[in-house]
């Protein structure tokens, strides 16, 4: 994390970008965002890549699929942002599974991929996260970042049981839950920067929750405490609430 001094400092959190499926508009009111923002510290949530080449169930036409756009642009993507914190969601994990496997010349590739990343981070000092329960949670303030573990309706809930009070990605949803208790402890689910609709998911009205957006706010780095705003596209529109106002 960056040596900050000052009581309050910003923070930025995206995930889901997926690569070649990413959004390009909401891309790109994103990078306008941080550039206006200018956040202290600057956390990437975790799929930044879509490798659906390399998933376990991939189809015999998605195997056959070049991965070098999609690699291209997480990489591209990863240099412009420049993160400092960079936790590896469950998508971009397949680069890394498929190094460890014994795919052959595939597995070779995929390597090289998992050096050049790892490079990448260490020349812009970015701390890499694995795609782990406890091992790929960052924490800011009394604030934890993470990837995400849970699925469906329940998956904000499930992360304020587990984990308390943090920010995650991996359902493309924006949500929120909140569990009561003498201490803070709510989830939010803060949506997605790739394509809403894609090839796997068009017939899937379950997918209509889905929203692009993103979390940034504020932390006390004396006290912990912080606020969030959530970033969100309402029928192509961006709604960015950003004010720092504390009354005794």
């Known amino acids: 994390m960056p040596n900050i001094t000052r ?10 970008v997926h690569g070649d499926m990413q959004d390009i508009a909401s891309n790109n009111v994103f990078f306008k965002f941080v550039d206006d923002f200018a956040p202290d510290i600057r956390v990437f949530a975790g799929d930044l890549w ?9 189809s015999e036409e998605e195997r056959r699929e070049s991965m070098r756009k999609d690699y291209d642009a997480g990489v591209v993507w990863m240099n412009k942002f420049k993160p400092h914190h960079f936790l590896i969601g469950n998508h971009d994990s397949r680069l890394w599974e498929t190094a460890e496997s014994d795919r052959g010349a595939l597995s070779d590739y995929a390597q090289l991929g998992v050096i050049e990343v790892e490079k990448i981070a260490r020349d812009m000092k970015c701390k890499m996260y694995p ?4 091992d790929g949670v960052m924490r800011i303030g009394s604030l934890k970042v993470l990837h995400g573990f849970h699925c469906g309706v329940f998956a904000a809930r499930q992360t304020a049981l587990i984990y308390g009070s943090a920010l995650f990605g991996h359902t493309h949803v924006i949500d929120e839950h909140s569990i009561g208790g003498l201490d803070r402890r709510v989830a939010r689910n803060i949506g997605a920067l790739c394509q809403l609709d894609m090839q796997y998911n068009e017939r899937n009205p379950n997918t209509l929750r889905q929203a692009n957006g993103f979390a940034y706010g504020v932390v006390n780095m004396r006290t912990g405490r912080y606020h969030t705003w959530q970033a969100e596209s309402i029928d192509g529109n961006w709604i960015l609430p950003s004010d720092i106002v504390e009354y005794k």
């Open 50 to 58: 879509d490798f659906r080449c390399l998933r376990k169930g991939a």
């Open 7 to 16: 009581r309050w400092v910003k923070f930025i959190v995206g995930s889901d």
């Open 131 to 134: 795609y782990h329960k406890r």
